[in-house]
């Protein structure tokens, strides 16, 4: 998760790389100013396998926010891709046909933890989909089908939320509200 200092306007975020246009994020928290580069990390792509991903690095001078843009494949604070969370949660709900290949202990742990905090988020989801979504949702596996009907792909979704209000799918960006 993301962490606040507590002291000052410093933080970190993680945003989608399709979530915005151009080259370079703007301030998640509307500062007028370009955000400068800030160098780049390497993280693994899954949890097991040896393939790494790429993460760059923006600063935003005046709120001292570090912004990583994460490729669109990949899940904020996971290490699990969306394809392989999109296979699970279909199995989850009872549509699709799992994951092939299946996962390993690393992966099926993250899968799992990934899956217990989606079932405490159906109220939070159901609120940012609105209309797009019947009024009554019977619990996670329906709301996953649902918003699979909206949204087509798990991409689709993240898309959405990230577009319509600073929400993900399994957590918000808390870290984004100013100190008062
Ligand atoms: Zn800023």
Same mark, same amino acid.
């Given at each position: 998760?993301?962490?606040?200092? %507590? ?11 399709? $979530?915005? +246009?151009?080259?370079? /994020?703007? *301030?998640?928290?509307? *500062? ?11 993280? &693994? ?13 923006? @600063?935003?001078? /005046? *709120? ?7 490729? =669109? !494949?990949?899940?904020? &604070?996971?290490?699990? +891709? =969306? ?7 279909? %199995? ?7 994951? !092939? ?5 690393? #992966? ?9 905090? @989606? ?7 159901? #609120?940012? @989909? ?7 949702? $019977? ?12 949204? #087509? ?14 929400? $993900? ?5 808390? *870290?984004?509200?100013? /100190?008062?």
């Amino acid at each position: 998760m993301p962490s606040r200092t %507590g002291s000052g306007f410093q933080g970190a975020i993680q945003v989608r790389a399709d $979530s915005f +246009t151009g080259e370079r /994020p703007p *301030c998640p928290r509307d *500062c007028p100013t370009q955000l400068r580069k800030h160098g780049s990390y390497f993280r &693994y792509a899954a949890p097991s396998g040896q393939q790494r991903v790429r993460i760059l690095r923006y @600063f935003c001078s /005046p *709120c001292g926010l570090t912004v990583s843009v994460l490729p =669109v !494949d990949q899940l904020p &604070y996971r290490p699990v +891709t =969306v394809p392989r969370l999109e296979a699970f949660l279909d %199995g989850q709900a009872g549509i699709g046909s799992g994951l !092939d290949p299946p996962p390993g202990p690393l #992966e099926a742990g993250c899968l799992r933890r990934a899956w217990t905090r @989606f079932q405490t988020r159906v109220t939070v989801l159901q #609120e940012a @989909f609105g209309l797009l979504l019947p009024s009554v949702i $019977s619990g996670a596996a329906d709301l996953w089908k649902q918003m699979r009907r909206a949204k #087509e792909s798990l991409r689709g979704i993240l898309h959405f939320l990230a577009q319509s209000g600073k929400r $993900s799918l399994l957590w918000d960006y808390r *870290c984004l509200r100013l /100190p008062a």
